[in-house]
């Protein structure tokens, strides 16, 4: 078993070092530069297509065909809550726990680094996403495997795809969430990671089995919550140290470019796991959450495109922050602990012995909220490859599977296997939205078109696009 985990992090390793860090920051930039630095001009505008009640899927869909308004629609808040109930999870307390211990104080600069130039990815693709989904049975559907196929014509990349986001999200994502929970668990409770692992598989298996209906209400009841309640005890710990907050930030920043450390590759481990940490918590150019963004009803692609752009900012500059804040503030070795740990000790030393066990319940309801999230992006992408009920029933049995072994494994087996398989979906992923990221600077521009004519919700038909109009099945 060591010796398939050195391999699996010696390939892993490599994509990263190589290739990965230089791709992330090099599309983000690219993208930015491209679009007028979208993700921060359009900031009032994300807010308000958010909470905007007039983009209700009744007003969405006003004059659609009959069959259209029947149809299960998810909203672009159940949309934007599904995919940030992925990306709120084991990344954001665990993930930066790590990024520290390993990296530094300095990898948190690098995580927020990628965050605000990875917004603007998470708009591309997620914007790809809403122009080529798929008119399904209860809902729509869609994700980087479609656009791959009908805005490529590549099948081939479409389904490699598929079979990579089933495996990274539905199987491997799902044991590290499951892990993490056991661990805070046992060290807060005291509880058998095999019970409380087959605890959280029976749960789990009775809601993916309720589909994407379910994990949207599950999803839109839990996030807003667990996210409001952890941000409340990191500024209270903020609150209490403002005295040293002045200094955790220099810490921060002189860490991040310390060159003297770059002796060993310390600069390299600092980069490195600032950005494989800030991608695992925020997911911006992996290509799952456009899985959650494709469900949603909206009126024009570059809505969705906004709002998950402002998943992004939420995830990583608001809750790994927090994290972030908690660890620095905490007064204990970054070194002596890793993972869920270090932010359950870290936490005690700031507000007493509830610490632990408020880790606890946090990470229960951040990490399973992912396994649900993450669950629905394997089922989307297997609807992609073939819509046979056997393949998904099996498919459901085996990501619920993946609950308890990820409660057996180690924390070492399961973050080494799960940035493997992020380093290949993205690659996968960043090549296709390069060569598509022509059409959604032409979607982009006739929203703002529409927007400066006075139009308060702009709306898109596939005439406007002649050239690919007959890819477009959800837009008539």
Request: with cysteine; proline share 2%; glycine share 10%.
């Amino acid at each position: 078993m060591e010796a398939i985990q050195s391999v699996i992090a010696a390939i892993g390793d490599f994509l990263w070092g190589y290739i990965l860090i230089f791709a992330l920051i090099g599309c983000g930039v690219l993208f930015t530069v491209k679009m007028r630095f979208v993700q921060f001009t359009n900031l009032r505008e994300m807010w308000r297509l958010l909470f905007n009640s007039r983009d209700s899927v009744a007003e969405v869909l006003n004059g659609a065909p009959k069959e259209d308004h029947q149809r299960k629609h998810i909203s672009s808040f159940q949309a934007f809550v599904v995919a940030l109930a992925s990306r709120i999870g084991t990344g954001n307390l665990a993930g930066v726990a790590t990024a520290i211990s390993v990296g530094g104080p300095g990898a948190v600069f690098w995580m927020w680094l990628i965050a605000l130039i990875g917004s603007a990815t998470a708009f591309v693709e997620s914007t790809l996403a809403q122009l080529y989904k798929r008119k399904s049975k209860d809902s729509y559907i869609g994700g980087p495997a479609y656009y791959m196929l009908y805005g490529l014509g590549k099948r081939w990349m479409g389904v490699l795809f598929a079979i990579i986001i089933t495996a990274t999200f539905g199987l491997a994502n799902n044991s590290v969430q499951s892990n993490t929970i056991c661990a805070a668990w046992q060290q807060a409770y005291g509880i058998d990671p095999v019970l409380l692992g087959g605890i959280l598989t029976v749960v789990t298996i009775v809601i993916v089995f309720g589909g994407i209906q379910r994990v949207a209400r599950f999803s839109e009841a839990v996030v807003p919550f667990m996210a409001i309640a952890y941000l409340g005890v990191a500024i209270y710990v903020i609150i209490t140290n403002i005295t040293i907050f002045p200094q955790v930030m220099g810490l921060i920043i002189s860490e991040a470019f310390n060159f003297d450390s770059a002796i060993g590759g310390g600069l390299g481990a600092t980069v490195m796991q600032g950005v494989k940490r800030g991608l695992f918590s925020n997911e911006a150019g992996e290509g799952s959450a456009p899985n959650a963004a494709a469900t949603a009803s909206a009126s024009h692609p570059v809505k969705q495109g906004m709002i998950q752009a402002l998943g992004v900012f939420t995830d990583t500059l608001v809750v790994c922050s927090c994290t972030a804040f908690i660890i620095l503030m905490g007064g204990v070795g970054i070194h002596a602990s890793n993972g869920i740990q270090l932010t359950q000790n870290a936490l005690t030393a700031q507000i007493g012995s509830i610490g632990n066990p408020l880790v606890a319940v946090a990470i229960l309801l951040f990490a399973f909220s992912s396994v649900i999230g993450n669950y629905y992006y394997g089922e989307a992408n297997i609807m992609f490859i073939t819509r046979k009920k056997a393949p998904m029933f099996i498919y459901r049995l085996m990501s619920s599977g993946m609950v308890m072994l990820g409660a057996m494994m180690t924390l070492d087996m399961a973050w080494t296997m799960i940035d493997l398989m992020m380093a290949l979906i993205t690659i996968c992923n960043l090549s296709a939205i390069v060569l598509l990221f022509g059409q959604v600077r032409r979607l982009l521009d006739d929203y703002l078109s529409q927007k400066r004519r006075g139009i308060s919700e702009p709306v898109f038909h596939k005439s406007q696009m002649a050239d690919i109009a007959d890819k477009l099945d959800a837009w008539d």
